[in-house]
T-cell receptor, first 112, second 114 residues
Framework: GQQLNQSPQSMFIQEGEDVSMNCTSS?????WLWYKQDPGEGPVLLIA?????ELTSNGRLTAQFGITRKDSFLNISASIPSDVGIYFC????????????FGQGTILTVHP | NAGVTQTPKFQVLKTGQSMTLQCAQD?????MSWYRQDPGMGLRLIHY???????DQGEVPNGYNVSRSTTEDFPLRLLSAAPSQTSVYFC?????????????FGPGTRLTVL
């Protein structure tokens, strides 16, 4: 099956720093999604990407759909304490609608 | 809209017991899914449904049953709980058309099997 490798697994940063994380796939994707999970909550969609090379922003978050269609990147600028959580990349888990494959997640800790 | 709701929020079972995790959505979404989340493994798909009366298996279906009698509800049944089923369970839903992959998640059910 399709696999997503997400890196880094965890990050410890100071408030105000920029953050970068990425996700690579063993196969080509036509959609990339980035989710954030706050402690004790379900994942919430941050950004959806549908076209190779696409660059999309959501406030301080920017995500890019890699040209090869096998990778995606998420950047967070000027981090703040509420950015703490787990960030997941996800893509279609096959040809059937409704199926998603998730990366292992990047755990982000922001020190004030 | 309440979005996706899940009950219970926490549950402790003994090995061999059965139970049903409830999931409901009020967004008229066609697609609903169940995932389990284990440390370091992301979310793995258990079962999913593309509409009322239609269900299919995901990546880790063994030990779980589902049914979809209405658009709103998608319960997950554990027939004989095992310690390996200790996990956090998330239900998700999405529209069928262009944004079908943009799934909305419930708050989760934290299950411990002793």
């Amino acid at each position: 099956g399709q696999q997503l490798n997400q890196s880094p697994q965890s990050m410890f940063i100071q408030e105000g720093e920029d953050v970068s994380m990425n996700c690579t796939s063993s196969s080509i994707f036509n959609t990339w999604l980035w989710y954030k999970q706050d402690p004790g909550e379900g994942p919430v969609l941050l950004i959806a990407l549908y076209k190779a090379g696409e660059l999309t922003s959501n406030g301080r978050l920017t995500a890019q759909f890699g040209i090869t269609r096998k990778d995606s990147f998420l950047n967070i600028s000027a981090s703040i304490p509420s950015d703490v959580g787990i960030y997941f990349c996800a893509g279609p888990g096959g040809t059937s609608y409704g199926k998603l494959t998730f990366g292992q997640g990047t755990i982000l800790t922001v020190h004030p | 809209n309440a979005g996706v709701t899940q009950t219970p929020k926490f549950q402790v079972l003994k090995t061999g017991q059965s139970m049903t995790l409830q999931c409901a959505q009020d967004m008229n979404h066609e697609y609903m899914s169940w995932y389990r989340q284990d440390p370091g493994m992301g979310l793995r798909l258990i079962h999913y449904s593309v509409g009322a009366g239609i269900t299919d298996q995901g990546e880790v279906p063994n030990g779980y049953n589902v049914s979809r009698s209405t658009t709103e509800d998608f319960p997950l049944r554990l027939l004989s709980a095992a310690p390996s089923q200790t996990s956090v369970y998330f239900c998700a839903s999405s529209r069928r058309l262009a944004s079908y992959n943009e799934q909305f998640f419930g708050p989760g059910t934290r299950l411990t099997v002793l």
